[in-house]
Structures are given as structure tokens and as C-alpha cells.
């Protein structure tokens, strides 16, 4: 890359990749040159982004930091709040997987427990037929 006046500004060579920032400043037209050694086609992929710095010369101070600072201050604090709500909906969320089980428990255990009484109520009544049969003699409904 040279400058307007043809003093070279930046120098690479054989790199496949390569990024880099200056300030210009003189104005004027900036030339880029790039060559290809391979006996391939090659595509280069070149981006330019200019911004306007019209006060480079001049340094900050204290009260051109003080806005900054206070929005930092708030975006801290917004930053915490997020974080807070974010740690408390995992928690919620684990804490109802953990409910979400023990109602599928809950659910199992009742099935099995009004399988059990109606099996063990079936169970009573061909006991007590069968006990009656055999007593009585009786054979009939």
C-alpha cells in the first residue's frame, strides 16, 4: 500500500490472509497492488472501510469520559439485572423438572396402587365364593 505521495505505507508478502489498520494522514489517493505468483486464477476478496477522524490531533478529557462512564455504569447494571433473571429461570426451570417427576411418580404409584385394591378386591371376592361353595354347598349366583 503507498500513499499519496508514493511512500509505502504497508508492506506484506505470500499471505493468504491478512488484515490491518492505518490512519491516513495526508490526503490524497492511496494505491493498492497485488500480484499472484501461483499460475492459478486467483480471487481476492478486498474490503475498504474509511472513517473521518477530524479531530485525531486532539486528546480526550475527563468530562468527554464522563458520559461514557455513566453508560457503563448502566449497562453494568442492566448486565447484572440479566444475569440475575437468568440464574433464577435455570433454578426454575430444574426445580420444575424436579416437580415434573415426582407427578410422573405420583401418577405411576396411584395406577399401581388402584391396580393393586382392584386386584386385591377381585382376589376377596373369589376367596369368599369359593369359601362359600365350599361351606354351603352353594353353586349359584
Known amino acids: ?74 449497562l453494568e447494571e442492566a448486565l447484572y439485572n440479566i444475569q440475575f433473571e437468568q440464574h433464577w429461570l435455570e433454578a426454575e426451570t430444574e426445580r420444575q423438572a424436579i416437580v415434573d417427576a415426582m407427578r410422573r411418580r405420583a401418577v405411576h404409584k396411584a395406577f399401581f396402587e388402584s391396580a393393586a385394591l382392584i386386584g386385591a378386591s377381585v382376589l376377596q371376592v373369589y376367596l369368599l365364593r369359593h369359601l362359600f361353595e365350599r361351606k354351603l354347598g352353594f353353586s349359584g349366583v
Open 1 to 74: 500500500m503507498k500513499g499519496p505521495s508514493g511512500e509505502q505505507i504497508q508492506d506484506f508478502h505470500d499471505k493468504i490472509s491478512e488484515k490491518f489498520e492505518f490512519v491516513a494522514h495526508h490526503e490524497g489517493v492511496h494505491r493498492f497492488c497485488f500480484t499472484n505468483k501461483s499460475p492459478y486464477h486467483e480471487t481476492i476478496d478486498f474490503d475498504v472501510h474509511v472513517g473521518h477522524f477530524t479531530f485525531y490531533d486532539q486528546h480526550a478529557e475527563d468530562e468527554h469520559f464522563n458520559p461514557l462512564l455513566e453508560q457503563i455504569g448502566k
